[in-house]
């Protein structure tokens, strides 16, 4: 059965970093490229960043390019977002998801709330 | 960036009864659509990839057609557990890019 668990949300001041992790089991997670997407509260989703299975084709959505960085560790299947510069805008739930092609399964969420 | 347009953004319907809701695109995204489920607090289940391609599990009362820009998720014999929110996802090019959402309610 595939999962993906998120994990190291909070609330966190602006201006400052959070970093979330995506653990990954019940497939191969060295053969799938992941992303990252966000819900705001109450709102519709947006895609954040995605990374190819080797890592070598990486890309962002323009509101957090600059801040946000996508990684993963194949040896760990473990998926990670490091965000930095948080601004208040940036408060939603985030989901990793596995893609192929479209996203087909998603994790449950973890969410990052910035406020002072 | 591609827009997609998701119509209606809101649907009132009675168990048994047909709908349909409909995702424009702002250029050709060559069948690259998908269709999502999602309940309260609940992550998104993909439906439909492809764009009518009928993901594993999913009972055969949904259904997609379209091409080119013009896409369409049915869903056939309401019942209970379709009350969702429905969304569409073009990954024809990046960035994906989510229709706006409909939320079906069931009278």
Do not use: H
Not at chain 1, 18 to 33: D, I
Not at chain 2, 35 to 62: C, E, M, N, T
Request: some cysteine; charged content about 15%.
């Amino acid at each position: 059965e595939v999962q993906l668990v998120e994990s190291g949300g909070g609330l966190v001041q602006p201006g400052r970093s959070l970093k979330l992790s995506c653990l990954a089991s019940g497939f191969t997670f060295s053969n799938y490229g992941m992303n990252w997407i966000r819900q705001a509260p109450g709102k519709g989703l947006e895609w954040v960043a995605s990374i190819s299975s080797s890592s070598s084709y990486i890309y962002y959505a323009d509101t957090v390019k600059g801040r946000f960085t996508i990684s993963r560790d194949n040896a760990k299947n473990t998926l990670y977002l490091q965000m930095t510069s948080l601004r208040s805008e940036d408060t939603a739930l985030y989901y990793c998801a596995r893609q192929a092609g479209y996203f087909d399964y998603w994790g449950q969420g973890v969410m990052v709330t910035v406020s002072s | 960036d591609i827009q997609m347009t998701q119509s209606p953004a809101s649907l009132s319907a009675s168990l048994g009864e047909t709908v349909s809701i409909e995702c424009l695109a702002s250029e050709d995204i060559y069948n690259n659509l998908a269709w999502y489920q999602q309940k309260p607090g609940k992550s998104p289940q993909l439906l439909i990839y492809y764009a009518s391609s009928l993901q594993d599990g999913v009972p055969s009362r949904f259904s997609g057609s379209g091409s080119g820009t013009q896409y369409s998720l049915k869903i056939n014999s309401l019942e209970s557990e379709d009350a969702a929110t429905y969304f569409c996802l073009q990954d024809s090019e990046y960035p994906p890019t989510f229709g706006g959402g409909t939320k079906l309610e069931l009278k």
